[in-house]
Each structure stands twice: as structure tokens, then as C-alpha cells.
């Protein structure tokens, strides 16, 4: 299994909260991700990483920042959480390119924002 | 905008049997990679197979294959021989923009 830790796993906060989300790897993988999971929608991307801080927006990035300071770190931040992030958040990894790539996923980590 | 789209958002297959699940796509690209992904209870998404789009053969991992139609834009993936551990959510998936599906969710009845 690939090595990828979501932290926290679990959290529930309040409407406009910061909250910060870690995605940390060991395999020294490139490319990282932030998906989000809801019912009906699927999978979306809201950020990836090709390198240490180079970021660029995926599909339902609004509301979302992210930063890679470090190869193995890619944080998701909302700045001011609203019930609408809600959802299950995926990290994934991949090796080669973004486009080819198998990606690797974290276990989720599961966000209530009341 | 949606360029991947699971039309059947419930499956279900007698154990032992075969079941197919579609995938349909939108690309202007000639040249790309198309993936199905497993979701079980556990949550944890997994790689079942990947096809690349420049390759006539369907791919192949053992019971699961896929039918690549590239001018129907289809992807649709065949599971032969279902057993209690292949019930999951699949996701089709498009590397355009990382784009995945909605999902289909498998039932397996013994």
C-alpha cells in the first residue's frame, strides 16, 4: 500500500472556522491531490500539486487554498468553513505524470461543519 | 462541466455471474487514459484497470476487462465470475482534468 496519512481522519467544527486538512506521503511522489466526495457528484478535484509550491485549481477550488512546502506535505486550508464543505475529503498521490498516472489515495478524512 | 458520465447508479449481479457497468465520456483530445476505480466499504479508492486510448486491445486484469469503443466515446467495464468482494462503488475515470464519474454502486447477491 502506498504510504499516504490523512490527518485528522475526523472533524467536526463550526460555520466559519478555519480548518486545515494534512495530506502526508513517503513514497516521494510528485503529483498530490485534493478531491472531495459527495453523494451524486462523485469525485471532484479542488487542487493538485506538481511540485513543492507549484499549485494550480481543479474543478471546485472556491472556498479552498492549498500550499506544498515540502515534497511529502500538501495542506488544504478553508479558510472559513460553511456547511456547504461539508463532505468527505481524498488526498492522492500519483508518480508520473498527472495525465498517465495510477493515483494513489489516503483513507479520507470526513468533515462536519455545523 | 460533467465530461464522465455513469448512467446506472445501482448494480446488481447474482454471485457467479457477469455484469457489465458503462461509462460514457466527452473529449476533444485523440490521445488520453481512461481508469476504473473501486470504492468499497471501506473507503478506500483502488486502481482496477487503465486503458490508454491509442491502444486498439481492450485492457485486461484478470475477471475484469474493459470494452473500449473510442469513436462511441464508451468505456465499460466487465466483471466475470462475481464474487461477495467485488461489491463496492466503481468510478470510471477520465484523465482530462482528473474528471471522475459519479459512481455505480455494485451489489453482489449470494
Known amino acids: 500500500d502506498a504510504g499516504i496519512t490523512q490527518s485528522p481522519r475526523h472533524k467536526v467544527t463550526e460555520t466559519g472556522t478555519p480548518v486545515t486538512l494534512r495530506c502526508h506521503q513517503t513514497?516521494?511522489?510528485?503529483?498530490m491531490y485534493w478531491y472531495r466526495q459527495d453523494p451524486g457528484h462523485g469525485l471532484r478535484l479542488i487542487h493538485y500539486?506538481?511540485?513543492?509550491?507549484?499549485?494550480d485549481k481543479g474543478e471546485v477550488s472556491d472556498g479552498y487554498s492549498v500550499s506544498r512546502s515540502k515534497t511529502e506535505d500538501f495542506l488544504l486550508t478553508l479558510e472559513s468553513a460553511t456547511s456547504s464543505q461539508t463532505s468527505v475529503y481524498f488526498c492522492?498521490?500519483?508518480?508520473?505524470?498527472?495525465?498517465?498516472?495510477?493515483?494513489?489515495f489516503g483513507e479520507g478524512s470526513r468533515l462536519t461543519v455545523l | 462541466a460533467q465530461t464522465v458520465t455513469q448512467s446506472q447508479p445501482e448494480m446488481s449481479v447474482q454471485e457467479a455471474e457477469t455484469v457489465t457497468l458503462s461509462c460514457t465520456y466527452d473529449t476533444s483530445e485523440s490521445d488520453y487514459y481512461l481508469f476504473w476505480y473501486k470504492q468499497p466499504p471501506s473507503r478506500q479508492m483502488i486502481l482496477v484497470i487503465r486503458?490508454?486510448?491509442?491502444?486498439?486491445q481492450n485492457a485486461t486484469e484478470n475477471r475484469f476487462s474493459v470494452n473500449f469503443q473510442k469513436a462511441a466515446k464508451s468505456f465499460s467495464l466487465k466483471i466475470s465470475d462475481s464474487q461477495l468482494g467485488d461489491a463496492a462503488m466503481y468510478f470510471c475515470a477520465f484523465n482530462e482534468k482528473l474528471t471522475f464519474g459519479t459512481g455505480t454502486r455494485l451489489t453482489i447477491i449470494p
Open positions: 492522492a498521490i500519483s508518480e508520473s505524470s498527472k495525465y498517465t498516472g495510477e493515483l494513489f
Open positions: 500539486s506538481y511540485g513543492v509550491k507549484d499549485t
Open positions: 513514497e516521494n511522489h510528485r503529483y
Open positions: 486503458q490508454e486510448a491509442y491502444k486498439q
